[in-house]
């Protein structure tokens, strides 16, 4: 998917628009009916062109951030699927980014039966596949904290109920800080904000349906600084969205409560975009002045509300910085084609309210 966004100023606030989106045309496609021994061949020659697929290297802005996100396997699991492999390699070889993003789940717990070694061995899988290959390419990246990372869901007598996990995700990435222009590494990983040129990034613990108490103190501090107030994009990235996209996710603990009190939250605040993960599903949104950019995954993709396609992804955003402007550009990683837009639903009818689609969604007054 290949969207352009661009700046625009109203009165009361300011926000991104979609002003334009490429359309990639398929050839019809024809059925022929071949001997067997003709389909064993082309089953072949199929599974060898998609070996050798490679995405596209997309026309560069100023600045590049790939997104990269959801990307455990089952509880435990110390190994990564080969897309995800593919996509580490594609970002440190082909797409080369100025950052990137990690929207949560990059390890496989939220199990009580793991034993308290297979974490540090998770973490360590994550150092040796993701977090290496970035740095060895000099490319910084920046995780929040998903459920399977270390859940912030607590117990009724307010000890967290994956406790283990939240202390392994916060000794690997205290051991293995990014090189980030840090404003505030205080609670790194949980929250913590940086900036990228004019960029101004915020990442808050979503890793559950509530945010943590004070959050929301400790971001409106954050986004009233002199770095905020200067840059030019501000964007807001945490694992659990604000409304439910995916089939089986549409329903209370697995958005963050009260979502739209949070859209209005981060729109009164200037926020530009809100980036997140755990529905498995990619889906670029648009309510008011706030661009809900669902990341989607690039293992166990799940189906948007209503649509029968599940798409593992993985996303190039390029930023032209005069004037400033977006472009998405979104791969399917079983065969690294673009996806178009025009290929989403123009909307999505949430447990929550309507969500539109980045390119549909009415103009504010």
Same mark, same amino acid.
């Given at each position: 998917?290949?969207?352009?966004?661009?700046?625009?100023?109203?009165?009361?606030?300011?926000?991104?628009?979609?002003?334009?989106?490429?359309?990639?045309?398929?050839?019809?496609?024809? #059925?022929?009916?071949l001997?067997?021994t003709s389909?064993?061949?082309?089953?072949?020659?199929?599974? +060898?062109?998609?070996?050798?697929?490679?995405?596209?290297?997309?026309?560069?802005?100023?600045?590049?951030?790939?997104?990269?996100?959801?990307?455990?396997?089952?509880?435990?699991a #110390?190994e990564?699927a080969?897309?995800?492999?593919?996509?580490?390699r594609?970002?440190?070889?082909l797409?080369r980014?100025?950052?990137?993003?990690?929207?949560?789940?990059?390890?496989?717990?939220q199990?009580?039966?793991?034993?308290e070694?297979?974490?540090?061995?998770?973490?360590?899988?994550f150092e040796?596949?993701?977090?290496?290959?970035?740095r060895?390419?000099?490319?910084?990246?920046?995780?929040?904290i998903?459920?399977?990372?270390?859940?912030?869901?607590?117990?009724?007598?307010?000890?967290?109920?994956f406790?283990?996990?939240?202390?392994?995700?916060?000794?690997?990435?205290?051991?293995h800080?990014?090189?980030?222009?840090f404003?505030?590494?205080?609670? +790194?990983p +949980?929250?913590? #904000?940086?900036?990228?040129?004019p960029?101004?990034?915020?990442?808050w613990d979503?890793?559950?349906?509530?945010?943590?108490?004070?959050?929301?103190?400790?971001?409106?501090?954050?986004?009233?600084?002199?770095a905020?107030?200067r840059?030019?994009?501000?964007?807001?990235?945490?694992?659990?969205?604000?409304?439910?996209?995916?089939?089986?996710?549409?329903?209370?603990?697995e958005?963050l409560?009260?979502?739209?009190?949070?859209r209005?939250?981060?729109?009164a605040?200037?926020?530009?975009?809100?980036?997140?993960?755990?529905?498995?599903?990619?889906?670029?949104?648009?309510?008011?002045?706030?661009?809900?950019?669902?990341?989607g995954a690039?293992?166990?993709?799940r189906?948007?509300?209503?649509?029968?396609?599940?798409?593992?992804?993985?996303?190039?955003?390029?930023i032209?910085?005069?004037?400033?402007?977006?472009?998405?550009t979104?791969?399917?990683?079983?065969?690294?084609q673009?996806?178009?837009?025009?290929?989403?639903?123009?909307?999505?009818?949430?447990s929550?309210?309507?969500?539109?689609?980045?390119d549909?969604?009415?103009?504010?007054?």
């Amino acid at each position: 998917m290949v969207g352009q966004l661009v700046r625009r100023t109203r009165i009361g606030g300011c926000g991104l628009w979609v002003v334009g989106c490429g359309l990639s045309l398929r050839g019809a496609s024809r #059925t022929h009916f071949l001997p067997p021994t003709s389909h064993f061949l082309l089953i072949l020659l199929l599974l +060898f062109g998609l070996a050798l697929a490679q995405p596209s290297d997309p026309a560069r802005g100023d600045l590049r951030i790939v997104i990269l996100g959801d990307i455990n396997g089952s509880f435990g699991a #110390t190994e990564y699927a080969p897309g995800v492999h593919q996509a580490v390699r594609h970002t440190a070889t082909l797409w080369r980014p100025d950052l990137v993003l990690l929207p949560g789940d990059l390890v496989a717990g939220q199990s009580h039966r793991l034993p308290e070694t297979r974490f540090a061995q998770m973490w360590a899988a994550f150092e040796r596949d993701i977090a290496a290959p970035l740095r060895a390419a000099g490319i910084p990246y920046a995780p929040t904290i998903g459920n399977h990372d270390g859940s912030s869901l607590r117990r009724t007598d307010g000890t967290f109920a994956f406790a283990r996990e939240r202390q392994a995700a916060a000794d690997y990435w205290r051991q293995h800080p990014p090189p980030l222009a840090f404003h505030d590494g205080d609670d +790194f990983p +949980f929250h913590y #904000t940086f900036s990228l040129g004019p960029v101004f990034v915020l990442v808050w613990d979503g890793s559950s349906a509530t945010l943590l108490p004070n959050t929301l103190a400790w971001a409106e501090q954050a986004l009233q600084s002199e770095a905020a107030q200067r840059a030019d994009l501000r964007l807001v990235m945490g694992h659990l969205p604000l409304y439910g996209i995916a089939e089986g996710r549409d329903r209370p603990g697995e958005i963050l409560a009260e979502g739209e009190r949070l859209r209005q939250w981060l729109e009164a605040r200037h926020v530009d975009i809100y980036l997140s993960g755990h529905h498995h599903a990619y889906y670029p949104a648009r309510l008011g002045d706030v661009v809900l950019l669902h990341a989607g995954a690039a293992v166990s993709p799940r189906r948007l509300l209503g649509e029968n396609t599940a798409r593992p992804t993985v996303t190039v955003i390029d930023i032209d910085l005069a004037p400033l402007s977006l472009r998405l550009t979104t791969f399917d990683l079983r065969d690294w084609q673009e996806i178009v837009l025009t290929d989403l639903p123009p909307f999505l009818d949430t447990s929550t309210g309507r969500l539109w689609r980045i390119d549909q969604a009415p103009r504010a007054p």
